[in-house]
């Protein structure tokens, strides 16, 4: 209660007593085990109210046109407690196996809430195998692709990464330190060789830095909204630990916007632009240069297809939901899409193009238990197909 609390406990095994910071306490016999803060909602906490602890699976399976085949995994495990938050603890792992590349990706994901007042720990690991793929195609806003006679592979970089981050959070805004290592695999029949790379590329390479980031998000629905807007900025610094000149600044701003058309909510205009470049007269490698493409951006583009010092892009599609049918779980929704996109990078060159493609595809949301999308998207370069399937329990 409020004002000053006196604690008898003779036997302070297995107890712990929480209480207001700003107030005063005394404990008359043993000291036991104590938390003091301000933060109401532990304070206030009902002990009916106490969640068990619970665990969320959700295998995927899906395709792209860069990626071939692949299955994959996500286990989160919720602590559940009364500290401010809705879990103590929340540990997610993540696994993915691709087909076409023989390549393994793993994930790891911790919060430890209120570790300081309403500040939560995160920590996250990242680990990719040798055999894992990203594109890369020169840098500029107009570099010729000729996967058609050198085939789709000659632009695929094969490399081993490894990221590790530990920072606080409050709300959205995040605060963390880096770790980065990177390994390129030269390839003789690709274009990662040598002669067309700085040659320091192919030893390993290792990065420290610091990252900050916030958003604000504000929907009227997880998996259909029919009013949302989002903005949110990400800065950091990033320096190799072996050579001084490998050292950069970046900044990335992103907005998005969606508004239903019609009064039933049923037909929903959504659009996205974001900005992101890289700041000073450090140099870097091609895997830390902004680049858009694939999923990231031109939809109708391969990944990473076009890279520079910095990009901007706006993706924009008009959504509209077919049907949607009550289960024991949860509402199950139908919808089919149609979308445009156009961007370009900057790299000093003297170029006045933007790329664009456009396509359409299905969705189906399930809130947390079910997804499956199929989208086609077309560009001047080809045609991209990217199918997703996913179940939880």
Request: proline residues 2%; aromatic residues 18%; neutral net charge.
């Amino acid at each position: 209660g409020y004002g000053e609390d006196k604690y008898s406990i003779s036997n302070p095994a297995k107890l712990k007593v929480y209480d207001w910071k700003h107030e005063e306490i005394k404990f008359v016999e043993d000291k036991p085990r104590h938390q003091l803060t301000d933060v109401y909602a532990t304070n206030t906490f009902h002990w009916r109210y106490l969640q068990e602890n619970s665990n969320i699976f959700l295998p995927a399976v899906g395709y792209r046109t860069d990626d071939g085949f692949y299955i994959g995994a996500k286990n989160t495990y919720f602590n559940r407690g009364f500290n401010g938050e809705d879990f103590r603890q929340k540990h997610t792992v993540g696994a993915n196996y691709y087909f076409l590349f023989k390549a393994l990706e793993l994930s790891y994901q911790g919060v430890f809430a209120n570790i300081f007042p309403k500040w939560n720990l995160e920590l996250e690991g990242y680990y990719t195998t040798d055999r894992f793929s990203n594109n890369y195609f020169g840098t500029g806003n107009e570099t010729i692709n000729r996967e058609d006679e050198l085939g789709r592979d000659y632009y695929r970089a094969r490399m081993q990464k490894i990221r590790l981050n530990a920072g606080i959070a409050y709300h959205t805004l995040r605060i963390k330190a880096l770790y980065e290592s990177y390994e390129l695999k030269e390839q003789q029949s690709r274009f990662f060789v040598a002669a067309n790379l700085d040659p320091e590329i192919f030893e390993a390479q290792h990065y420290v830095g610091a990252e900050t980031s916030a958003y604000y998000k504000n929907d009227d629905a997880d998996d259909f909204p029919t009013k949302a807007l989002y903005l949110g900025m990400t800065m950091g610094y990033k320096m190799n630990t072996d050579n001084a000149d490998n050292q950069f600044g970046y900044f990335a701003f992103k907005a998005g916007i969606s508004h239903k058309l019609i009064a039933s909510g049923d037909l929903v205009l959504g659009t996205t632009a974001e900005y992101k470049t890289n700041i000073g007269n450090g140099r870097y490698f091609f895997y830390h240069a902004p680049s858009i493409g694939g999923d990231n951006g031109i939809r109708g583009f391969r990944d990473e297809r076009f890279t520079g010092r910095s990009y901007l892009y706006q993706t924009s599609d008009l959504r509209l939901r077919l049907k949607t049918y009550p289960t024991a779980i949860a509402p199950i929704t139908i919808g089919v899409y149609g979308g445009f996109d156009y961007g370009r990078v900057w790299n000093g060159a003297d170029s006045n193009k933007w790329h664009t493609s456009q396509g359409g595809g299905v969705w189906v949301s399930g809130f947390n238990f079910l997804s499956f999308n199929a989208g086609y998207f077309n560009s001047v370069e080809g045609n991209m197909v990217q199918v997703g399937f996913g179940f939880g329990f």
